[in-house]
């Protein structure tokens, strides 16, 4: 069997049975969540930007962006393959600047953390692992079947969790 | 027509980049054409050329008539290269991140070259626009990339300004990106103020 090797960005989403690795680079205030099930081997990824789809001025915007609707939407569709007891291991939520960014998105990585911890909360989703906050940018890979999350930052470590 | 506009802002922006770096310098710098591309934001962490390298990068939101986003970003071993042009001590790579006369004159660089491009733009069309507060960071490129999709939350395509500036007769590559990202609004006021300018 080819493995499968799927890369995402920004409001992207991908979902993976049995094996294979999902991918994400360019991981700032942004947040990388995994949704698993490790006994039905399914997991999906998303690379969330913003906390809140309540916030969006437009009526046609990407729900996969947006921390709520992105992660019901995963959920949803984790759950249509077959997927039960779901994990999440979650990766980002860095501040990269100290000053060149607008007011209202200066605390955005630790606000996404919040949006995606709350959601995760009141879906009985139990946070397995993560790497979140700092101030660096992350690069985030999770291979499937070990279930295990790989975490690089620009000091070239790679973070196992 | 709004790309052949934009391109015309760049050339000559890039330009006065180009010949303020050069004098800083003291040395020849080459420009490439600029490349003006529309984008999707997705793709803003893809961009070629700085995927998934450290870099240094500076970094400045752009105010006035004309708001966007302004990035100078080189790889680490160039940016050492361009803080040893103009300090008298050799710097290493560690250096430039945590020895402050290193990161200053780095970030200098870029407030030099990002401050040119803009003030070029503001003679050029008569309009007002200046950086913000910049800030130097070495971190994953794409990382530092995909924060400016913050300016971007109300759009589905921006267009990319992006030309690369090359140290003449250093054997090996000395090579520096400056991208512009206009703010949706902005591409219509650059617009507006060139066609005025036209009989």
Redesign the interface.
Known sequence: MIEQRETI????WKVLSHTGTLRT??????VCVVLYDNTHMHAGMVHI??PDSKQA??TAFNPW?YADTALTLLHRELVNQGAGNLQAKIAGG?Q???????QE?MQ?GRRNVEAVTHWLENAYIPVVAKDVGGA????VEFTLPTFVMHVR??SKTIKQI | MEQDLLKEVANISTGYAATALSTLLQRQVAMNVPEIALHEMEDLPRLSGYHHEVCATVHAPIAGDVEGTMFFLTSMDTAVRLVNMVLPNVVNDLDVQTYPLASSAFQEIGNIVIGSYVTAIGSLTSLTLYPLVTELTIDIGSAVLAEATYQLVEVDQFFLMETAMRVKNEEEGMEGFLLFIPNERAVSVLKRALERDRP
């Open positions: 960005s920004i409001g992207e680079c360019g991981l700032g205030s942004c930007m913003l001025r437009k962006r860095a990269m600047f100290r000053h060149a960014m607008r998105y955005i660096c940018g992350r690069t930052t620009a």
